[in-house]
Protein backbone atom coordinates (compact mmCIF):
# COMPACT_ATOMS: atom_id res chain seq x y z
CA UNK A 1 0.00 0.00 0.00
CA UNK A 2 1.66 3.52 -0.89
CA UNK A 3 0.32 6.64 0.95
CA UNK A 4 0.34 9.91 -0.63
CA UNK A 5 -0.91 13.02 1.25
CA UNK A 6 -0.70 16.88 0.44
CA UNK A 7 -1.96 20.09 2.11
CA UNK A 8 -3.65 22.53 -0.32
CA UNK A 9 -5.75 21.55 -3.49
CA UNK A 10 -6.06 18.19 -5.21
CA UNK A 11 -3.44 20.03 -8.01
CA UNK A 12 -0.57 19.32 -5.16
CA UNK A 13 -1.73 16.01 -5.14
CA UNK A 14 -1.46 15.51 -8.83
CA UNK A 15 2.03 16.18 -8.81
CA UNK A 16 2.60 12.32 -7.56
CA UNK A 17 2.13 9.43 -9.07
CA UNK A 18 0.75 6.07 -7.77
CA UNK A 19 0.84 2.84 -9.12
CA UNK A 20 -2.12 0.26 -9.08
CA UNK A 21 -5.63 -0.80 -9.56
CA UNK A 22 -7.20 -0.15 -6.42
CA UNK A 23 -6.83 2.86 -4.35
CA UNK A 24 -8.79 5.31 -2.18
CA UNK A 25 -8.84 9.42 -2.39
CA UNK A 26 -10.12 11.58 0.24
CA UNK A 27 -10.23 15.76 0.65
CA UNK A 28 -10.40 16.56 3.96
CA UNK A 29 -12.45 18.86 6.18
CA UNK A 30 -10.93 19.69 8.97
CA UNK A 31 -13.53 18.01 12.57
CA UNK A 32 -10.47 17.32 14.49
CA UNK A 33 -6.91 19.06 14.22
CA UNK A 34 -5.65 21.90 12.15
CA UNK A 35 -5.57 21.26 7.98
CA UNK A 36 -2.20 19.51 8.54
CA UNK A 37 -0.41 16.43 6.14
CA UNK A 38 -0.54 14.67 9.52
CA UNK A 39 -4.19 15.08 9.56
CA UNK A 40 -4.68 14.19 5.63
CA UNK A 41 -6.41 11.13 5.21
CA UNK A 42 -6.13 8.16 4.31
CA UNK A 43 -5.16 7.42 7.83
CA UNK A 44 -2.86 4.01 8.69
CA UNK A 45 -3.13 1.80 12.06
CA UNK A 46 0.16 2.01 13.62
CA UNK A 47 0.64 -1.57 12.77
CA UNK A 48 0.43 -0.70 8.85
CA UNK A 49 -2.25 -2.94 8.06
CA UNK A 50 -5.48 -0.67 7.92
CA UNK A 51 -6.23 2.26 5.86
CA UNK A 52 -9.05 4.37 6.11
CA UNK A 53 -10.97 7.42 4.51
CA UNK A 54 -13.48 8.77 6.42
CA UNK A 55 -16.62 11.73 6.52
CA UNK A 56 -18.29 12.45 9.78
CA UNK A 57 -17.20 12.42 13.18
CA UNK A 58 -16.58 9.48 15.44
CA UNK A 59 -18.04 11.16 18.76
CA UNK A 60 -17.16 8.78 21.08
CA UNK A 61 -13.11 8.35 19.60
CA UNK A 62 -11.46 10.10 22.52
CA UNK A 63 -12.89 6.83 24.65
CA UNK A 64 -11.90 4.51 21.73
CA UNK A 65 -8.76 6.39 22.07
CA UNK A 66 -7.52 5.97 25.21
CA UNK A 67 -9.04 2.15 25.29
CA UNK A 68 -6.72 1.68 22.28
CA UNK A 69 -3.81 3.36 23.69
CA UNK A 70 -3.72 1.49 27.17
CA UNK A 71 -3.47 -1.90 24.53
CA UNK A 72 -0.09 -0.25 23.08
CA UNK A 73 -1.68 1.44 19.91
CA UNK A 74 0.29 4.67 18.87
CA UNK A 75 -1.42 7.41 17.03
CA UNK A 76 0.22 10.27 14.87
CA UNK A 77 -2.63 12.73 13.83
CA UNK A 78 -5.18 14.55 15.82
CA UNK A 79 -8.17 13.16 13.92
CA UNK A 80 -10.95 11.33 14.93
CA UNK A 81 -10.15 8.64 12.06
CA UNK A 82 -7.18 7.45 12.67
CA UNK A 83 -9.21 5.47 16.29
CA UNK A 84 -11.13 3.88 13.31
CA UNK A 85 -7.69 2.68 11.90
CA UNK A 86 -6.33 1.51 15.05
CA UNK A 87 -9.48 0.11 16.51
CA UNK A 88 -9.83 -2.36 13.23
CA UNK A 89 -6.32 -3.40 13.23
CA UNK A 90 -6.64 -4.22 16.78
CA UNK A 91 -9.91 -6.19 16.66
CA UNK A 92 -8.79 -7.80 13.48
CA UNK A 93 -5.61 -9.02 15.40
CA UNK A 94 -8.16 -11.06 17.87
CA UNK A 95 -8.72 -14.44 17.65
CA UNK A 96 -10.78 -15.35 15.01
CA UNK A 97 -11.89 -12.06 13.72
CA UNK A 98 -12.18 -11.39 10.03
CA UNK A 99 -12.79 -7.46 8.93
CA UNK A 100 -16.58 -8.47 8.69
CA UNK A 101 -17.10 -9.13 12.13
CA UNK A 102 -14.86 -6.33 12.75
CA UNK A 103 -17.01 -3.96 11.07
CA UNK A 104 -20.35 -5.12 12.11
CA UNK A 105 -18.74 -4.85 16.02
CA UNK A 106 -17.83 -1.37 14.79
CA UNK A 107 -21.03 -0.57 14.23
CA UNK A 108 -22.26 -1.43 17.57
CA UNK A 109 -19.20 0.76 19.05
CA UNK A 110 -18.72 3.75 17.38
CA UNK A 111 -21.04 6.29 18.25
CA UNK A 112 -21.71 9.67 15.33
CA UNK A 113 -21.49 9.40 11.90
CA UNK A 114 -19.91 8.40 9.26
CA UNK A 115 -18.96 7.07 5.66
CA UNK A 116 -16.13 4.39 5.64
CA UNK A 117 -14.06 3.09 3.37
CA UNK A 118 -11.44 0.61 4.46
CA UNK A 119 -7.82 -1.17 3.19
CA UNK A 120 -6.51 -4.09 4.21
CA UNK A 121 -3.35 -5.37 3.65
CA UNK A 122 -4.45 -8.84 3.81
CA UNK A 123 -7.22 -8.40 0.98
CA UNK A 124 -4.93 -5.45 -1.19
CA UNK A 125 -7.81 -6.20 -4.25
CA UNK A 126 -10.79 -5.50 -2.27
CA UNK A 127 -12.12 -2.26 -0.21
CA UNK A 128 -14.58 -2.78 2.76
CA UNK A 129 -16.87 0.63 3.12
CA UNK A 130 -20.14 1.50 5.79
CA UNK A 131 -21.74 4.10 6.49
CA UNK A 132 -23.73 5.94 9.08
CA UNK A 133 -25.16 9.11 8.68
CA UNK A 134 -23.10 9.97 5.94
CA UNK A 135 -24.01 9.85 2.42
CA UNK A 136 -22.30 6.68 0.41
CA UNK A 137 -23.04 5.37 -2.47
CA UNK A 138 -21.67 2.52 -4.57
CA UNK A 139 -21.39 2.18 -8.50
CA UNK A 140 -20.08 -0.10 -10.77
CA UNK A 141 -18.91 -0.08 -14.21
CA UNK A 142 -18.08 -2.83 -16.79
CA UNK A 143 -14.50 -3.10 -15.43
CA UNK A 144 -14.70 -1.28 -11.97
CA UNK A 145 -16.66 -0.27 -9.15
CA UNK A 146 -16.12 2.76 -7.57
CA UNK A 147 -17.13 4.46 -3.80
CA UNK A 148 -18.27 7.87 -3.31
CA UNK A 149 -19.54 10.42 -1.07
CA UNK A 150 -22.06 11.75 -3.94
CA UNK A 151 -23.14 10.37 -7.22
CA UNK A 152 -21.77 13.26 -9.01
CA UNK A 153 -18.46 11.97 -7.94
CA UNK A 154 -18.40 8.74 -9.98
CA UNK A 155 -15.99 8.27 -12.83
CA UNK A 156 -18.63 8.57 -16.19
CA UNK A 157 -17.65 4.90 -16.61
CA UNK A 158 -19.98 3.78 -13.84
CA UNK A 159 -23.28 2.31 -15.24
CA UNK A 160 -25.66 1.80 -12.42
CA UNK A 161 -25.34 2.93 -8.68
CA UNK A 162 -26.72 2.13 -5.29
CA UNK A 163 -27.16 4.41 -2.49
CA UNK A 164 -26.20 2.73 0.56
CA UNK A 165 -28.13 2.87 3.99
CA UNK A 166 -27.34 2.88 7.64
CA UNK A 167 -25.93 -0.14 9.00
CA UNK A 168 -24.63 -1.35 5.54
CA UNK A 169 -21.40 -2.35 4.70
CA UNK A 170 -20.04 -3.28 1.43
CA UNK A 171 -17.26 -5.39 0.29
CA UNK A 172 -16.09 -4.21 -3.07
CA UNK A 173 -13.96 -5.78 -5.79
CA UNK A 174 -13.30 -5.15 -9.28
CA UNK A 175 -15.89 -8.35 -9.93
CA UNK A 176 -18.09 -7.87 -7.41
CA UNK A 177 -19.88 -5.84 -4.82
CA UNK A 178 -21.09 -6.96 -1.86
CA UNK A 179 -24.01 -5.74 0.39
CA UNK A 180 -24.60 -6.47 4.23
CA UNK A 181 -26.99 -5.38 6.93
CA UNK A 182 -25.17 -5.01 10.28
CA UNK A 183 -25.55 -8.83 11.30
CA UNK A 184 -23.67 -9.80 8.12
CA UNK A 185 -26.61 -10.71 5.89
CA UNK A 186 -25.86 -10.25 2.24
CA UNK A 187 -28.42 -8.32 1.15
CA UNK A 188 -30.26 -7.91 -2.63
CA UNK A 189 -28.78 -5.10 -4.31
CA UNK A 190 -31.60 -2.93 -5.96
CA UNK A 191 -29.39 -0.95 -8.48
CA UNK A 192 -30.58 2.13 -10.42
CA UNK A 193 -28.74 3.77 -13.70
CA UNK A 194 -26.43 6.59 -12.92
CA UNK A 195 -28.03 9.48 -13.94
CA UNK A 196 -26.46 11.32 -16.96
CA UNK A 197 -25.02 15.03 -16.17
CA UNK A 198 -21.70 15.22 -17.36
CA UNK A 199 -22.50 18.19 -19.19
CA UNK A 200 -22.80 20.48 -16.37
CA UNK A 201 -19.55 19.18 -14.96
CA UNK A 202 -17.85 22.16 -18.14
CA UNK A 203 -17.50 25.46 -17.71
CA UNK A 204 -18.22 26.51 -21.06
CA UNK A 205 -17.29 29.83 -22.01
CA UNK A 206 -17.22 30.98 -18.41
CA UNK A 207 -14.11 32.00 -16.49
CA UNK A 208 -15.69 30.38 -13.26
CA UNK A 209 -18.23 27.70 -12.17
CA UNK A 210 -20.46 30.59 -9.70
CA UNK A 211 -20.51 33.01 -12.67
CA UNK A 212 -21.74 30.50 -15.21
CA UNK A 213 -24.38 29.13 -12.38
CA UNK A 214 -25.56 32.83 -11.69
CA UNK A 215 -26.21 32.78 -15.72
CA UNK A 216 -27.98 29.98 -15.11
CA UNK A 217 -30.29 30.95 -13.27
CA UNK A 218 -33.36 32.07 -15.64
CA UNK A 219 -33.19 28.26 -16.76
CA UNK A 220 -33.10 27.01 -13.40
CA UNK A 221 -36.41 28.74 -12.28
CA UNK A 222 -38.04 28.04 -15.91
CA UNK A 223 -37.57 24.57 -15.38
CA UNK A 224 -38.30 24.31 -11.72
CA UNK A 225 -41.56 26.36 -12.55
CA UNK A 226 -42.45 23.77 -15.19
CA UNK A 227 -42.07 21.03 -12.65
CA UNK A 228 -43.92 22.67 -10.20
CA UNK A 229 -46.93 24.00 -12.64
CA UNK A 230 -47.84 21.00 -14.60
CA UNK A 231 -50.00 22.25 -17.37
CA UNK A 232 -49.10 25.39 -16.16
CA UNK A 233 -51.35 24.72 -13.16
CA UNK A 234 -51.48 24.35 -9.42
CA UNK A 235 -51.89 21.23 -8.19
CA UNK A 236 -51.66 19.88 -4.87
CA UNK A 237 -49.78 16.90 -5.59
CA UNK A 238 -46.53 17.88 -6.40
CA UNK A 239 -46.44 19.28 -2.62
CA UNK A 240 -47.09 16.04 -1.64
CA UNK A 241 -50.73 17.14 0.24
CA UNK A 242 -54.31 16.57 -0.12
CA UNK A 243 -56.95 19.21 -0.59
CA UNK A 244 -58.22 18.27 2.54
CA UNK A 245 -55.06 18.16 4.26
CA UNK A 246 -54.12 21.86 3.09
CA UNK A 247 -56.91 23.30 4.12
CA UNK A 248 -55.91 21.88 7.81
CA UNK A 249 -52.74 23.47 7.65
CA UNK A 250 -51.77 25.64 10.88
CA UNK A 251 -48.23 26.64 10.63
CA UNK A 252 -45.42 26.10 8.37
CA UNK A 253 -41.91 25.75 9.92
CA UNK A 254 -38.96 26.25 7.12
CA UNK A 255 -36.02 24.56 8.45
CA UNK A 256 -32.15 24.68 6.38
CA UNK A 257 -28.79 25.94 7.05
CA UNK A 258 -27.35 29.01 5.45
CA UNK A 259 -28.61 30.25 1.74
CA UNK A 260 -31.33 27.14 2.23
CA UNK A 261 -32.24 29.09 5.34
CA UNK A 262 -32.47 32.36 3.96
CA UNK A 263 -35.14 30.98 1.41
CA UNK A 264 -37.26 30.71 4.62
CA UNK A 265 -36.74 33.65 5.65
CA UNK A 266 -37.81 35.17 2.69
CA UNK A 267 -40.83 32.08 2.15
CA UNK A 268 -42.04 32.43 5.48
CA UNK A 269 -43.32 36.01 5.01
CA UNK A 270 -44.53 35.31 1.21
CA UNK A 271 -47.31 32.13 2.96
CA UNK A 272 -47.81 34.35 5.90
CA UNK A 273 -48.84 37.41 3.00
CA UNK A 274 -50.19 35.05 0.46
CA UNK A 275 -51.71 32.32 2.12
CA UNK A 276 -52.30 34.01 5.44
CA UNK A 277 -50.86 31.23 7.57
CA UNK A 278 -48.45 31.25 10.36
CA UNK A 279 -45.08 30.32 9.11
CA UNK A 280 -41.77 30.84 10.80
CA UNK A 281 -37.66 30.05 9.34
CA UNK A 282 -35.56 28.31 11.70
CA UNK A 283 -31.92 27.39 11.23
CA UNK A 284 -31.36 23.46 11.16
CA UNK A 285 -28.75 23.87 13.44
CA UNK A 286 -30.98 25.35 15.75
CA UNK A 287 -33.97 23.79 15.72
CA UNK A 288 -32.34 20.10 15.99
CA UNK A 289 -31.17 21.08 19.54
CA UNK A 290 -34.24 23.80 20.48
CA UNK A 291 -37.21 23.45 22.18
CA UNK A 292 -40.53 24.21 19.73
CA UNK A 293 -43.79 24.46 20.40
CA UNK A 294 -45.47 23.68 16.95
CA UNK A 295 -48.97 23.67 16.09
CA UNK A 296 -50.64 20.28 15.42
CA UNK A 297 -50.75 20.41 11.85
CA UNK A 298 -47.23 21.52 10.76
CA UNK A 299 -45.63 21.55 7.81
CA UNK A 300 -42.06 21.41 7.96
CA UNK A 301 -40.22 22.46 4.83
CA UNK A 302 -36.61 21.61 4.62
CA UNK A 303 -34.68 23.16 2.16
CA UNK A 304 -31.06 21.65 0.81
CA UNK A 305 -29.49 21.63 -2.15
CA UNK A 306 -27.21 19.05 -1.50
CA UNK A 307 -30.00 17.00 0.47
CA UNK A 308 -26.81 15.91 2.82
CA UNK A 309 -26.43 18.70 5.07
CA UNK A 310 -26.03 16.74 8.27
CA UNK A 311 -28.39 19.53 10.71
CA UNK A 312 -30.97 19.76 8.30
CA UNK A 313 -31.70 16.17 7.75
CA UNK A 314 -31.32 15.78 11.69
CA UNK A 315 -33.97 18.35 11.88
CA UNK A 316 -36.27 16.06 9.36
CA UNK A 317 -36.38 13.23 11.92
CA UNK A 318 -36.78 15.46 14.55
CA UNK A 319 -39.56 16.98 13.06
CA UNK A 320 -41.19 13.29 11.70
CA UNK A 321 -41.22 12.37 15.40
CA UNK A 322 -43.18 15.93 16.59
CA UNK A 323 -45.33 14.49 14.25
CA UNK A 324 -45.09 16.84 11.22
CA UNK A 325 -45.40 16.34 7.63
CA UNK A 326 -42.11 16.62 6.06
CA UNK A 327 -41.35 18.30 2.59
CA UNK A 328 -38.09 18.34 0.95
CA UNK A 329 -37.01 20.76 -1.34
CA UNK A 330 -33.77 19.48 -2.70
CA UNK A 331 -31.74 19.85 -5.91
CA UNK A 332 -29.30 16.47 -5.70
CA UNK A 333 -31.95 13.21 -6.30
CA UNK A 334 -31.19 10.62 -4.35
CA UNK A 335 -29.36 12.45 -1.39
CA UNK A 336 -30.56 11.08 2.30
CA UNK A 337 -32.90 14.34 3.09
CA UNK A 338 -35.21 13.50 -0.31
CA UNK A 339 -35.34 10.09 1.17
CA UNK A 340 -35.89 10.78 4.69
CA UNK A 341 -38.90 13.46 4.17
CA UNK A 342 -42.44 12.39 3.65
CA UNK A 343 -42.30 13.80 0.09
CA UNK A 344 -39.71 15.51 -1.93
CA UNK A 345 -39.95 18.10 -4.14
CA UNK A 346 -36.99 18.58 -7.00
CA UNK A 347 -35.58 21.91 -7.73
CA UNK A 348 -34.40 21.54 -11.36
CA UNK A 349 -31.56 23.11 -11.33
CA UNK A 350 -28.61 20.63 -12.55
CA UNK A 351 -26.37 19.75 -10.63
CA UNK A 352 -24.58 22.86 -8.27
CA UNK A 353 -20.69 22.73 -8.53
CA UNK A 354 -19.71 26.18 -7.26
CA UNK A 355 -19.48 25.83 -3.65
CA UNK A 356 -21.01 29.65 -3.03
CA UNK A 357 -24.95 28.81 -4.08
CA UNK A 358 -27.05 30.87 -6.81
CA UNK A 359 -29.05 28.81 -9.15
CA UNK A 360 -30.14 26.12 -6.25
CA UNK A 361 -31.55 29.05 -4.04
CA UNK A 362 -33.29 30.89 -6.81
CA UNK A 363 -35.30 27.46 -7.60
CA UNK A 364 -36.14 26.92 -3.79
CA UNK A 365 -37.57 30.46 -3.77
CA UNK A 366 -39.50 29.71 -6.78
CA UNK A 367 -41.29 25.98 -4.88
CA UNK A 368 -42.04 28.17 -1.86
CA UNK A 369 -43.97 30.34 -4.13
CA UNK A 370 -46.25 27.63 -5.41
CA UNK A 371 -46.36 26.06 -1.68
CA UNK A 372 -47.89 29.59 -0.51
CA UNK A 373 -49.94 29.24 -3.53
CA UNK A 374 -51.35 26.30 -3.25
CA UNK A 375 -52.37 27.03 0.33
CA UNK A 376 -54.14 30.00 -0.18
CA UNK A 377 -56.24 28.34 -3.24
CA UNK A 378 -57.30 25.75 -0.59
CA UNK A 379 -57.90 28.03 2.01
CA UNK A 380 -59.95 30.32 -0.09
CA UNK A 381 -57.40 33.18 1.09
CA UNK A 382 -57.53 34.54 -1.95
CA UNK A 383 -59.66 35.57 -4.61
CA UNK A 384 -59.44 33.50 -7.78
CA UNK A 385 -58.61 36.74 -9.78
CA UNK A 386 -55.64 37.76 -7.27
CA UNK A 387 -54.32 34.37 -8.01
CA UNK A 388 -54.06 34.28 -11.30
CA UNK A 389 -52.47 37.46 -11.24
CA UNK A 390 -49.97 36.03 -9.19
CA UNK A 391 -49.23 32.91 -11.14
CA UNK A 392 -49.06 35.38 -14.13
CA UNK A 393 -46.19 37.51 -12.26
CA UNK A 394 -44.55 34.33 -11.06
CA UNK A 395 -44.13 33.02 -14.80
CA UNK A 396 -42.25 36.42 -15.44
CA UNK A 397 -39.41 35.60 -12.94
CA UNK A 398 -37.25 34.03 -15.47
CA UNK A 399 -37.23 37.09 -17.60
CA UNK A 400 -36.35 39.72 -15.18
CA UNK A 401 -33.58 37.68 -13.95
CA UNK A 402 -32.28 37.56 -17.02
CA UNK A 403 -32.68 41.33 -17.39
CA UNK A 404 -30.55 41.86 -14.44
CA UNK A 405 -27.86 40.02 -15.42
CA UNK A 406 -27.33 42.30 -18.25
CA UNK A 407 -26.37 45.21 -16.09
CA UNK A 408 -23.00 43.26 -15.03
CA UNK A 409 -21.32 46.66 -16.33
CA UNK A 410 -22.58 48.66 -13.55
CA UNK A 411 -21.91 46.39 -10.94
CA UNK A 412 -18.18 45.68 -12.02
CA UNK A 413 -17.98 49.22 -11.59
CA UNK A 414 -19.04 49.31 -7.84
CA UNK A 415 -17.17 46.13 -7.40
CA UNK A 416 -13.85 48.34 -8.90
CA UNK A 417 -14.62 50.49 -6.71
CA UNK A 418 -14.97 48.94 -3.31
CA UNK A 419 -13.47 45.86 -3.29
CA UNK A 420 -10.73 47.27 -0.95
CA UNK A 421 -13.13 47.77 1.66
CA UNK A 422 -12.98 46.03 4.79
CA UNK A 423 -16.45 46.13 5.61
CA UNK A 424 -20.17 46.97 3.65
CA UNK A 425 -23.04 46.81 5.09
CA UNK A 426 -26.66 45.85 3.49
CA UNK A 427 -30.19 47.25 4.63
CA UNK A 428 -33.54 47.08 3.82
CA UNK A 429 -36.69 46.19 5.55
CA UNK A 430 -39.46 43.03 5.65
CA UNK A 431 -38.62 40.99 2.36
CA UNK A 432 -35.48 42.92 1.49
CA UNK A 433 -34.01 42.44 4.51
CA UNK A 434 -34.28 38.50 4.08
CA UNK A 435 -33.00 39.06 0.25
CA UNK A 436 -29.90 40.90 2.20
CA UNK A 437 -28.82 38.03 4.69
CA UNK A 438 -28.44 36.24 1.73
CA UNK A 439 -26.41 38.69 -0.58
CA UNK A 440 -24.28 39.40 2.39
CA UNK A 441 -23.78 35.68 2.82
CA UNK A 442 -22.47 36.22 -0.60
CA UNK A 443 -20.18 38.84 -0.56
CA UNK A 444 -18.69 37.12 2.88
CA UNK A 445 -18.09 33.46 1.48
CA UNK A 446 -16.65 34.46 -2.12
CA UNK A 447 -15.04 37.69 -1.40
CA UNK A 448 -13.88 37.66 2.34
CA UNK A 449 -15.54 41.33 2.92
CA UNK A 450 -17.14 41.64 5.98
CA UNK A 451 -20.56 42.10 4.85
CA UNK A 452 -23.76 42.10 7.37
CA UNK A 453 -27.20 42.84 6.73
CA UNK A 454 -29.57 44.65 9.20
CA UNK A 455 -33.02 45.60 8.75
CA UNK A 456 -32.76 49.26 8.22
CA UNK A 457 -34.77 50.49 11.48
CA UNK A 458 -32.01 48.52 13.41
CA UNK A 459 -28.79 50.48 12.34
CA UNK A 460 -29.45 53.89 14.43
CA UNK A 461 -29.52 51.36 17.26
CA UNK A 462 -26.17 50.33 17.12
CA UNK A 463 -24.58 49.42 13.66
CA UNK A 464 -24.16 52.99 12.92
CA UNK A 465 -21.42 53.44 15.17
CA UNK A 466 -19.10 51.52 12.59
CA UNK A 467 -19.97 53.58 9.72
CA UNK A 468 -16.47 55.59 8.25
CA UNK A 469 -16.00 57.97 5.74
CA UNK A 470 -16.39 55.82 2.27
CA UNK A 471 -17.95 52.82 4.15
CA UNK A 472 -20.35 51.28 1.35
CA UNK A 473 -24.42 51.17 2.04
CA UNK A 474 -25.90 49.26 0.40
CA UNK A 475 -29.82 49.25 0.48
CA UNK A 476 -32.23 47.32 -0.97
CA UNK A 477 -35.80 48.71 -1.81
CA UNK A 478 -38.55 46.75 -3.47
CA UNK A 479 -41.20 47.42 -1.12
CA UNK A 480 -42.69 50.21 -2.44
CA UNK A 481 -44.91 51.10 1.18
CA UNK A 482 -41.88 50.99 3.34
CA UNK A 483 -39.19 52.31 0.47
CA UNK A 484 -39.33 55.85 2.14
CA UNK A 485 -38.25 54.62 5.73
CA UNK A 486 -35.38 52.92 4.35
CA UNK A 487 -34.21 55.83 2.46
CA UNK A 488 -34.34 58.04 5.21
CA UNK A 489 -32.17 55.15 7.02
CA UNK A 490 -29.91 55.94 4.12
CA UNK A 491 -29.35 59.62 4.37
CA UNK A 492 -29.15 58.79 8.07
CA UNK A 493 -25.83 57.29 6.96
CA UNK A 494 -24.86 59.09 4.43
CA UNK A 495 -24.68 61.95 6.75
CA UNK A 496 -21.57 59.94 8.30
CA UNK A 497 -19.79 59.18 5.70
CA UNK A 498 -21.23 56.38 3.60
CA UNK A 499 -21.28 55.91 0.27
CA UNK A 500 -24.84 54.66 -1.19
CA UNK A 501 -25.68 51.66 -3.75
CA UNK A 502 -29.42 51.15 -4.01
CA UNK A 503 -31.11 47.69 -5.66
CA UNK A 504 -34.50 49.21 -6.31
CA UNK A 505 -37.78 49.13 -8.20
CA UNK A 506 -38.08 52.49 -8.78
CA UNK A 507 -35.13 55.43 -8.75
CA UNK A 508 -34.67 56.63 -5.69
CA UNK A 509 -35.66 60.91 -4.91
CA UNK A 510 -33.55 63.08 -6.46
CA UNK A 511 -31.07 64.97 -4.61
CA UNK A 512 -29.59 61.77 -2.88
CA UNK A 513 -26.21 60.85 -4.33
CA UNK A 514 -26.00 57.25 -5.30
CA UNK A 515 -25.55 54.91 -7.50
CA UNK A 516 -28.92 53.11 -8.40
CA UNK A 517 -29.13 49.25 -10.44
CA UNK A 518 -32.72 49.02 -11.16
CA UNK A 519 -34.67 46.24 -11.45
CA UNK A 520 -36.87 45.15 -14.05
CA UNK A 521 -41.16 45.35 -12.20
CA UNK A 522 -41.23 42.58 -10.42
CA UNK A 523 -43.93 41.97 -8.06
CA UNK A 524 -42.58 43.04 -4.59
CA UNK A 525 -44.20 39.25 -3.10
CA UNK A 526 -41.08 38.06 -5.38
CA UNK A 527 -38.83 40.08 -5.65
CA UNK A 528 -36.24 38.59 -3.90
CA UNK A 529 -35.83 36.35 -7.19
CA UNK A 530 -34.48 39.03 -8.68
CA UNK A 531 -32.98 41.49 -6.26
CA UNK A 532 -30.61 38.90 -5.14
CA UNK A 533 -29.19 38.66 -8.94
CA UNK A 534 -27.02 41.95 -8.64
CA UNK A 535 -25.48 40.70 -5.12
CA UNK A 536 -24.49 37.32 -6.73
CA UNK A 537 -22.76 39.32 -9.00
CA UNK A 538 -21.43 41.73 -6.53
CA UNK A 539 -19.99 38.62 -5.06
CA UNK A 540 -18.46 37.49 -8.08
CA UNK A 541 -17.04 40.98 -9.45
CA UNK A 542 -15.81 41.92 -5.79
CA UNK A 543 -13.68 38.32 -5.49
CA UNK A 544 -12.21 38.76 -9.30
CA UNK A 545 -11.07 42.23 -7.84
CA UNK A 546 -9.44 40.24 -4.69
CA UNK A 547 -8.35 37.21 -6.58
CA UNK A 548 -9.42 34.94 -4.09
CA UNK A 549 -10.36 31.03 -4.83
CA UNK A 550 -14.16 31.99 -5.91
CA UNK A 551 -15.24 28.42 -6.72
CA UNK A 552 -13.49 27.02 -3.57
CA UNK A 553 -13.42 29.70 -0.98
CA UNK A 554 -11.39 29.16 1.80
CA UNK A 555 -12.40 26.67 4.67
CA UNK A 556 -16.01 25.94 2.90
CA UNK A 557 -16.98 22.65 1.58
CA UNK A 558 -19.97 22.01 -0.70
CA UNK A 559 -21.96 19.49 0.80
CA UNK A 560 -21.49 20.03 4.51
CA UNK A 561 -22.09 16.29 6.43
CA UNK A 562 -20.94 17.02 9.59
CA UNK A 563 -22.98 19.13 12.23
C1 LIG B 1 -23.76 29.48 0.74
C2 LIG B 1 -23.98 28.05 0.77
C3 LIG B 1 -24.29 27.41 2.08
C4 LIG B 1 -25.38 26.35 1.89
C5 LIG B 1 -25.55 25.55 3.19
C6 LIG B 1 -26.64 24.52 3.06
O1 LIG B 1 -23.50 29.92 -0.55
O2 LIG B 1 -23.92 27.39 -0.22
O3 LIG B 1 -24.65 28.34 3.05
O4 LIG B 1 -26.55 26.98 1.53
O5 LIG B 1 -24.35 24.91 3.52
O6 LIG B 1 -26.35 23.61 2.07
P1 LIG B 1 -27.47 22.70 1.43
O7 LIG B 1 -28.38 23.60 0.67
O8 LIG B 1 -26.74 21.75 0.56
O9 LIG B 1 -28.19 22.04 2.56
Given at each position: MQVCKQKGDLTCLQQQSLQGCCGMGHTRWA?????SVVNAHPHVSCGGKVVVVHNGIIENYQQLKAELQQKGCTF?????TEVVANWLEYTLQQ????MHNALQQFMRVAQGSYALVVWFAGALHTLYAVKKDSPLVVGQGPQEAMLA??????????QRVYVMQNFEYACVTNQHIKIYNQKGKAIKIKYMPKPL?????HKHNYTHYLEKEIYEQPQAVEKTLAYMLPKQKLTVSTLGLTRAYCKQVQHVLFLGCGSAYHVGVTLAQVVQQIAGVSAQAVCASEFRYGTFVLPKHTVVVAISQ????ADTLASVVKAKQMGCFTLGVVN????SISREVHHAIYT??????????TKAYSAQLVVGYVLALVLAREKRALHCKNLQTLLTELKKIPSYIAQVLQQRQTIQHIAKQYFQQSQMFLVGRALDYATLLEGALKIKEVSYIHAEAY????????????????TLLLACLTQPDIAEKTISNMVEAQSRGAQLVAITTSPLPQGIKHVSILLPPVLPLFSASVAIVPMQLLSYELSLCKGTNIDKPRNLAKSVTVE
Open positions: THGMAASQTDNQQNSDISALSSSIQNTFFSGETAMHSQAGPEISVATPSGELKHGPISLIEPN
